[in-house]
């Protein structure tokens, strides 16, 4: 319940040859906490949304705009990170002037930092994969570890858990206009993606295209040909696996999330949890 998820695995002979893809579910706040099912990520989304102050949703956003531009430039168009960021930012109703004075200060030169992840567990062993911006990684790395131990996870060496995780694209739009009136995944093969998934982000009734990771631009701008209203378009880290934990673990697992959300390097934060 909450969510309702299409595979094209059904279209698979009919069609063309599509990948197949674990379901999870993306709550978009900010830091991003993406994870493996719908009931544990609207509980994280509430939290977030009631904790994370609009400031400090500014400063993270800042911070990934700079980190995209020295990373791939600040062409928008060619380099897909740092549209990600921009779209999501457009979706919180960033100012523009915001956004261009952050792209402006990276291509300069000014600021500093790089995007680091880090890999951990939770006290069950689900798997978290924490996306940093920092300027210092050990200091990152050893406050991060306190956050852990301090709620009963460890963390990981590099590798140790981005096996549970795939890049893939997503591209989420409001269910408005013809989406109300054909089914999702029609609208899906037509764009061209892997799997389509029906849920509500934000109270807002929406269907996520998902698709490889090098083919969202193609797609978001397939979805905007058809007059579909794009909430936002990103890469992230999808789970292929999920562990499932009881309340109680789910409880627990919401106190620890959020303690790292609130770090101020944190800018992502991705999970394999699933309802027990």
Known sequence: PGFQFH??????RS????????????PFVAPRRFSGHSKWSKIKHRKATADLG???????????????????????????PLASVVSRAREMDIPKATVQTAISNAAAGRGDGEKVVVEARGPTGYALLIETI??????TRQEIQRILVKNG???GEQGSVSYSFAPKGLINTRRTGSLQTTEPLEVGIEVGAEDVKEDVVDGENCVQFICDADEVKTVEETVKKLGLEIKFASVMYMPLNTVGLSEREMEQ??????????HDDVVSIYDNITEQ
Do not use: Y
């Open 54 to 80: 609009r400031s400090k949703l500014i400063a993270k956003l800042t911070r990934e705009i700079r980190a995209a531009v020295r990373e791939g430039g600040e062409d928008v168009n060619r380099n897909l």
């Open 253 to 262: 697992a919401v106190k620890l999330v959020d303690a790292l959300g609130n």
């Open 153 to 155: 996870g460890t963390l």
């Open 15 to 26: 069609v063309w040859t599509f990948r197949p893809l674990a379901s999870h579910q993306c």
């Open 134 to 139: 920092t300027n210092n990684k050990q200091r």
């Open 7 to 12: 595979s094209m695995e059904l279209l698979r």
